[in-house]
């Protein structure tokens, strides 16, 4: 796997006390720089996630129930046949709840609640390695009779996640090697030995979502999905040991 690295590595100020200095001789492993850097790496995602479901709304809990098994199993049966694989397919969210209306009697000025009836809402997550399948998965259980899509998720599998931050660490690290050894040349120093490592945490990357409120729409030409590279960054400080140049 290839990856686009950019480093941006900022040495400290070299603080050690001036009599530290002229006993640099006799005490090297005494002295130390310490060196701060970070390494930035671009990827395309490898993973995209896809959100969506179906709204029923009856008279009754179990016609609203009814409805709605019938509408998701016209939309799963569709996709199954899109290429979609069983284990892609999670319940995300379902449930049953009773829906009112609010009647105001201007007469008495009471307020009453009435019942319109029952929603019942099954919400679905499709995840797949397959990102040119997005947009034909929308519009097929759209078509089938999903009226809400919440969001699409674009990110990294774990395995990638994970050879990118190998990478991220070994090039910050050999980098602020290199910073360091470049500061130490110019005052007749080098690099002895390594007295601390400090790993940060990573910083990203922030799943790329694509919102869509409450969709009930019958497409009328394809849906166009993108998606856009993630970036991943981390930082870490190392201590060197340092002592004069050997002649």
Known sequence: ??????????????????????????????????????????????????????????????????????????????????????????????????????????????????????????????????????????????????NRVDNIQFFLSPAAMSDLQDALIEAAVNDARERAEKALAALGQQITGVKQVNLADFAGPMPMQLNFQRMEVAASAPTQVFASDQQVRTSVSVTFLIGPVKQ
Request: hydrophobic share 45%.
């Open 1 to 146: 796997m290839k990856y686009r690295i950019s480093l941006i590595l900022l040495v400290s100020v070299l603080c050690w006390p001036a009599a530290l200095l002229a006993d640099a001789a006799a005490a090297p492993g005494d002295a130390t720089i310490n060196v701060s850097g970070s390494a930035v790496a671009s990827e395309a995602p490898d993973r995209v996630s896809v959100t969506f479901g179906v709204e029923s709304l009856e008279p009754t809990s179990q016609a609203a129930l009814a409805a709605n098994a019938r509408l998701m199993k016209s939309a799963v049966d569709a996709l199954r046949d899109l290429g979609v694989e069983e284990d892609w397919i999670s319940t995300s969210r379902f449930s049953i709840h009773a829906q009112y209306d609010n009647h105001h009697n201007r007469q008495t000025g009471e307020n009453k609640q009435v019942l319109r009836g029952y929603r019942v809402s099954n919400i679905l997550r499709i995840e797949t390695p397959k990102l040119d399948l997005v947009a034909p998965i929308i519009d097929t259980a759209v078509e089938a009779g999903v």
